[in-house]
C-alpha cells in the first residue's frame, strides 16, 4: 500500500510559478510510474504529466507542455511538478498518482492517490 501526499498548493498570480511536491512512504517508489493530475470546479479530472519509474521519460499534457516539469528524487520517494507561467486556467485541485503503467494518461491505470494540494491562480 503507498500513500501519497502533495504539498506546495497556494495562491499566485498569472504568470508566476508553484513547486508541487508528492512525498511516497509505504511501498518501493522506484517500481511505480507517476503521474499528476488536475480537476477545476465542475469538471472531470485530467491529466497533467506522467514520468517513468526512472524518470529517463516524461509525458504532458498539451495545455502544460513547454511551461511544467514534472521529475522524481527515487532516493527520497518523491515526485515534483514545477510549474512556470501560470494562467487562470491553471487553477484546479491537484493529485499525485502512482500506478504500474508507465506514462499513462489514463487515470484509471493509477491504483494511488494523494489527497490533492490547491492551486489558484489569480488574473
Known amino acids: 500500500q503507498v500513500q501519497l501526499v502533495e504539498s506546495g498548493g497556494g495562491l499566485v498570480q498569472s504568470g508566476g510559478s508553484l513547486r508541487l511536491s508528492c512525498a511516497a512512504s509505504?511501498?518501493?517508489?522506484?517500481?511505480?510510474?507517476m503521474g499528476w493530475f488536475r480537476q477545476a470546479p465542475g469538471k472531470e479530472r485530467d491529466f497533467v504529466a506522467s514520468?517513468?519509474?526512472?524518470?529517463?521519460?516524461?509525458k504532458y499534457a498539451d495545455s502544460v507542455k513547454g511551461r511544467f516539469t514534472i521529475s522524481r528524487d527515487n532516493a527520497k520517494n518523491t515526485v515534483h511538478l514545477q510549474m512556470n507561467s501560470l494562467k487562470s486556467e491553471d487553477t484546479a485541485v491537484y493529485y499525485c498518482?502512482?500506478?504500474?503503467?508507465?506514462?499513462?494518461?489514463?487515470?484509471?491505470?493509477?491504483?494511488?492517490w494523494g489527497q490533492g494540494t490547491q492551486v489558484t491562480v489569480s488574473s
Open positions: 498518482a502512482a500506478g504500474v503503467a508507465s506514462l499513462s494518461f489514463y487515470s484509471g491505470t493509477y491504483g494511488y
Open positions: 509505504g511501498g518501493t517508489f522506484s517500481s511505480y510510474a
Open positions: 514520468i517513468s519509474r526512472g524518470g529517463t521519460s516524461t
